[in-house]
């Protein structure tokens, strides 16, 4: 698993107040992203770093921010709850950006739900 | 545009038939491929990398840069194949970012 986890790994909240969600990861990864998975969507970039304190937008990055103050976090912020944000959020991470593994781990998912 | 396409939502298949998942892309540079895969309720995963040419769980692909494909192929099902498989191309920029298609759920029956 790469040594990557989030937390929580299911949330209940209401439509309106702010959540944070946190990917952890143990390896030393440069890159981290943020997806939120979707039937008939697949996964989507909402958000992604290249380093501390360094974050870019992706292709859904609406109702999100995000904040890398260590190595280590990436933490996903929903400023206001919404129904439209119910869905399972992936943290992934890239162990080396310039070689040949260029593969993507992934996190165990958070099943995020709004009423 | 820099797209992926999994035509398939659902592909339904028999025990030890054969496999094909389909992948169509589009992207102006030289393409990085991969095929990831999601068992029930489990984080995605690697399967296999175009760069790799490897064959991992029987499974292969090819990259067909004619045609834009790279599907997904495998001889002869098993129940444990069943699962989601998302096509991923990866954009050669500074972000590394991956690029999804809508997956395909493959189902093998007994």
């Known amino acids: 698993d790469a040594g990557i986890t989030q937390s929580p790994r299911h949330k209940v909240t209401e439509t309106g107040t702010p959540v944070t969600l946190r990917c952890h990861q143990t390896e030393n990864h440069r890159y981290m992203y943020w997806y939120r998975q979707d039937p008939g969507h697949g996964l989507r970039l909402i958000h992604y770093?290249?380093?501390?304190?360094?974050?870019d937008k992706g292709e859904v990055s609406d109702g999100y921010s995000v904040s890398r103050s260590k190595t280590e976090d990436f933490l996903l912020t929903l400023e206001s709850a919404t129904s439209s944000q119910t869905s399972v959020y992936f943290c992934?991470?890239?162990?080396?950006?310039?070689?040949?593994?260029?593969?993507?781990?992934f996190g165990p998912g958070t099943r995020l739900t709004v009423l | 545009a820099q797209r992926v396409t999994q035509p398939e939502k659902l592909l339904s298949v028999f025990k030890g038939a054969p496999v094909e998942l389909k992948c169509n892309y589009s992207y102006s540079g030289s393409p990085e491929l991969f095929w990831y895969v999601q068992y029930s309720r489990q984080r995605l995963q690697l399967l296999l990398r175009h760069i790799s040419r490897e064959s991992i769980k029987g499974f292969t692909a090819d990259l067909n840069k004619g045609e834009t494909s790279f599907h997904l192929k495998k001889p002869f099902a098993q129940e444990e194949d069943s699962a989601m498989y998302y096509c991923a191309l990866l954009r050669m920029d500074s972000s590394y970012k991956l690029i999804f298609g809508s997956g395909t759920r493959l189902l093998v029956r007994p």
């Open positions: 770093s290249y380093g501390v304190k360094d974050t």
């Open positions: 992934a991470a890239t162990q080396t950006a310039g070689g040949v593994n260029r593969e993507q781990f």
